[in-house]
C-alpha cells in the first residue's frame, strides 16, 4: 500500500486537474493537519458495536482527540474545539469521554513552511451534583463523567461570565456547564414553537430522546420523534454581545417544509427559548448543516454540505445570511462566501495543485479570524476513511481561508 501522504498528494492532483477556479474563490493562505491516529489520556476505548453489543476488548488504548464539530478562540492564541459524541451512535459510544480540547495551531503559510498541530489540556463534562434527569452511562460514580451514549454535543458558545452553553442532538438540548466543564443545570428541551403548537408541553425531540427512549414503544408503533435522529442542534453562535445563543438545527421539523431547517433564539440569562428567527432553506433536502459562526448582530456564516465525500462530493460551502433578511416563506436570504471543493492555493501550501478541494462528509468548524479570514476544519469521524482516499485514514485538516470579499465585522467579533 503505498505511503498515505504520496496517496493523498496523488489524490489531490488528479482532483484538482478536474476542476477550475472561480473568479471569486477564496484563498488558502495558512494549512496544518492533526494525524488521524492521535490520543489522549483517558480509558481505552471503542469497545461497542452500533447495536450496542460489547466486544473482548476496545480497539484503542486511550481516547481519540477526533471529530471536531465545533471551534472557538482559546487562551493565548490557541483554539478550543469540541469533538462530539465519538464514533458516530449513542450505542457504539458509552466509553467515549465528552471534552473540549485545547489546540495551538502553528499554519504552514509558505511552500518552505512546515504547519503543526498541538493538543494542550482539555475540560472533561461531568455531572457530579446530578443535574441531568435521566440515567446516564456513569450514573453510580463520583463524578459522573458524561459520554457519547449520554449526549451528542455538536456547538458552543463561552459566555462572558466563563460558563459555556452546548447545543446537542439527541434531545436536542441546550445544556450549560462551568469553565471547568460541571453541569450546572438540567439540560434545556426544545420548545416546538410552530404553527398551533403549545410550547409549555409540545417539545421537538428526536428519537434518541431520553423520554422517547423511556416509553419504550411497542415493536412496529409510529415514532412519536418530530424530528430525525442527529439532527438537532448542530450549529450555534452568539450575537457579539452574547446575551442572545441562536442554535440551528440540522434537520427539518415534522410539519416544516421539507428541507427547512429552523433557527431559534435562546436567552442564556433567563434560560429559556423565546422564538423562532428563520428558517435556513438547505439547497437539497438531503443536505445537511456543519456549523454557524457570528460575523455582527445580524449576520451569520453557516457551513453546508451534501452527503458525500472524496471525489463524489458536489457541495460543501459556507454561506452568509442575514437574520434581518428574510424571503416570503420565512426564509433566511443566503450569500455565498465560499466554495470550499474550489479554494485557489496558488503557493501548494496543502500540497495537492492550484486548487485545493476539502471534500470531507462533515465539515462541521467554522470561526470569524477578522473581516477578510476564516477558519475552517473537518469532523473526521474517527477511524472513517474516504475523504482522502478509499483506504486512507481521514485526518483533521484546519484551513485558514482569505475570502475573496471582506466581512463586515460586530464590535468584538474575531480574534482579539
Known sequence: MKKPNVLVAALGLSLACSFSLSAQAAELVGYAVLPADTFA??????????????????????????????????????????????????????????????????????PSGAGSVKVGTFVQLRDPDKKVPFLIVNENTPERLLTGADFDIESFVPMPDGTI??????????????????????????????????????????????SILAASPAPGAASVANLGGSR???????????????????????????????????????????????????????????????????????????????????????????????????????????????????QNLAGFGPVFRFPFITIEDVLVLDASTILVANDNNYPAMGGRGADVKDPNEFLILKLDAPLTLGAGVGRK
Open 41 to 110: 489520556e483517558g480509558p481505552a476505548s471503542g469497545q461497542y458495536g452500533g447495536d450496542g453489543s460489547k466486544a473482548a476488548a476496545p480497539r484503542f488504548p486511550s481516547q481519540p482527540v477526533q471529530g471536531f464539530s465545533a471551534v472557538q478562540f482559546g487562551p493565548g492564541g490557541s483554539y478550543v474545539f469540541m469533538p462530539d459524541n465519538g464514533y458516530g451512535a449513542k450505542y457504539n459510544s458509552p466509553d467515549f469521554l465528552l471534552r473540549l480540547y485545547t489546540l495551538t495551531l502553528t499554519p504552514k503559510t509558505a
Open 165 to 210: 452553553w452546548i447545543g446537542e442532538e439527541f434531545g436536542p438540548f441546550l445544556l450549560h456547564v462551568s469553565a471547568d466543564g460541571k453541569v450546572l443545570s438540567a439540560p434545556v428541551p426544545t420548545p416546538d414553537l410552530g404553527a398551533g403548537k403549545d410550547p409549555a408541553k409540545d417539545l421537538v425531540r428526536s428519537p434518541n430522546n431520553p
Open 232 to 346: 438537532g442542534f448542530e450549529g450555534m453562535a452568539g450575537n457579539p454581545a452574547r446575551t442572545r445563543l441562536y442554535p440551528l438545527l440540522e434537520g427539518t421539523v415534522l410539519g416544516d417544509t421539507p428541507g427547512t431547517i429552523r433557527m431559534y433564539e435562546f436567552d442564556p440569562a433567563a434560560g429559556k427559548f423565546n422564538k423562532i428567527v428563520g428558517r435556513y432553506k438547505l439547497e437539497a433536502p438531503a443536505n445537511s448543516i456543519g456549523d454557524l459562526a457570528v460575523v455582527n448582530d445580524n449576520e451569520y456564516l453557516v457551513i453546508e454540505r451534501d452527503q458525500a465525500q472524496g471525489a463524489d462530493a458536489k457541495l460543501k460551502k459556507i454561506y452568509r445570511i442575514d437574520l434581518s433578511r428574510l424571503d416570503a416563506d420565512g426564509n433566511f436570504v443566503k450569500t455565498e462566501v465560499a466554495d470550499l471543493l474550489n479554494i485557489a492555493d496558488p
